[in-house]
């Protein structure tokens, strides 16, 4: 009976005495340790599948031994679920502007004039964030999107565009801190704002302490609460206009005041877009 574990022995030997020095000669290694090599008196069928069942195991061991190095180098963990994933980016493109500065562009710009400038920048959001998502999903990175602007244009550029995201992000921060106060002086008019912007401040300081997992479940309900405000606004809103409430049927009388429907022209689309670009916030 022939001794298999003898040849599997020397077959084993055989590779770890031919260590290759350089890439290539790994490549050339690994195409050497698939042929064959039939001892004298052994029969070449056993021999032959040996030698497969030795070369299909190397990979999956290299395979596992990549996978493992890239944990711990990263280090990361998924803890969102696709309805944290989907409600957090439906409601951060809700910015604070839709419900604070809706009207003052209504009266800056009239109906024709705000209609042009929340299409206008909606749009430009709507392509900006579908180029993102495409390059996210054929170049999944653990950075911020500046690392495609290091990569597909030049470090410099990611640089200044990660600074600037931050500066913007904190002065939007500010200004929405200020605006908890305005929404909540229409409730409790008595109580000083200052006190709703600190109040906030700590809620929201809170929520970034917590674990990833805390912080989508809390993003998850507002967003939630944000989306069903903006429906519940845009249903008030249609029944208002046919007269089911206040008694008087609205309609399109806005669009034939006088002034209407591009109020100040082109200087008030252009004077709106901040407004606007706040509501994208």
């Not at 490549?27 to 008196?41: I, K, L």
């Not at 069942?53 to 290299?62: A, F, L, R």
């Not at 180029?131 to 990569?151: C, D, K």
Request: net charge negative; hydrophobic share 45%.
């Amino acid at each position: 009976m022939r001794d298999l574990g003898a040849i599997f022995s020397r077959r084993q030997s055989k590779r770890r005495n031919h260590q290759p020095s350089s890439p290539l000669a790994a490549h050339d290694g690994h195409a050497q340790s698939q042929t064959p090599t039939v001892s004298a008196g052994h029969d070449i069928g056993e021999v032959v599948e040996i030698s497969e069942d030795v070369s299909d195991s190397e990979p999956k061991e290299d395979e596992q031994e990549a996978t493992t190095s890239q944990t711990k180098v990263h280090g990361l963990k998924r803890s969102l679920s696709a309805r944290h994933l989907s409600f957090i980016s439906l409601g951060g493109t809700l910015g604070t502007g839709l419900f604070i500065s809706a009207g003052t562009s209504l009266a800056m710009a009239g109906p024709g004039g705000a209609l042009v400038s929340y299409a206008f920048l909606g749009g430009i959001v709507f392509f900006l964030m579908s180029s993102l998502g495409e390059l996210a999903t054929f170049i999944p990175i653990s950075g911020s999107f500046n690392e495609y602007s290091s990569r597909f244009g030049d470090p410099a550029i990611g640089f200044a565009l990660g600074w600037n995201y931050w500066f913007n992000y904190v002065c939007v921060t500010a200004s929405e801190l200020v605006a908890a106060g305005i929404i909540m002086r229409n409730y409790l008019p008595h109580v000083n704002g200052v006190v709703w912007s600190i109040i906030s401040a700590a809620i929201l300081l809170g929520l970034n302490l917590f674990s990833v997992r805390g912080y989508a479940e809390a993003e998850f309900w507002f967003a939630a609460i944000k989306v069903v405000t903006v429906i519940v606004f845009i249903v008030v809103g249609i029944v208002v206009a046919a007269g089911g409430l206040g008694g008087h049927t609205y309609g399109v009388e806005n669009w034939k005041i006088e002034g209407a429907p591009f109020h100040d022209g082109v200087p008030g689309v252009l004077a709106t877009l901040v407004l606007t670009g706040y509501a994208f916030q």
